[in-house]
């Protein structure tokens, strides 16, 4: 098994940037699928992004397509989220996961892998 753990979460203001990192221990990081989920208050977690085992396919939510960027270093066993342009929407625990198989899905129930999330706040 795999066991992850995101960082690089905080406050920022509309029209900033975050990078989020997932950095994963364990079993080997290139057999994995990863994926993005937020959270935000009241609400249930829902998928942001998600990057194949070699990281040449990826695929967004429509609200986050062209603002944020996935991707992955498997020689340093990281996955990443690069977040531009963030509007208060945006604000929400995000939690990497991952699944074994070759290319990451946007469905929850597929992955079986969680981090314990980081929390993003954008304030206008």
């Known amino acids: 098994q795999v066991h992850l753990v995101e960082s690089g979460g905080g406050l920022v203001q509309v029209g900033g940037s975050l990078r989020l990192s997932c950095a994963a221990s364990?079993?080997?990081?290139?057999?994995?699928?990863m994926g993005w989920f937020r959270q935000a208050p009241g609400k249930e977690r829902e998928f942001v992004a998600a990057?194949?085992?070699?990281?040449?396919?990826?695929r967004y939510v429509d609200s986050v397509k062209g603002r944020f960027t996935i991707s992955r270093d498997n020689a340093k066993n990281t996955m990443y989220l690069e977040m531009n342009s963030l509007e208060a929407e945006d604000t929400a625990v995000y939690y990497c996961?991952?699944?074994?198989?070759?290319?990451?899905?946007?469905?929850?129930?597929?992955?079986?892998?969680w981090g314990q999330g980081t929390q993003v706040t954008i304030s206008s």
């Open positions: 990057i194949s085992r070699g990281g040449g396919s990826t």
């Open positions: 996961a991952g699944q074994r198989t070759p290319r990451g899905g946007a469905l929850l129930s597929g992955y079986d892998y």
């Open positions: 364990g079993d080997t990081f290139s057999s994995y699928a």
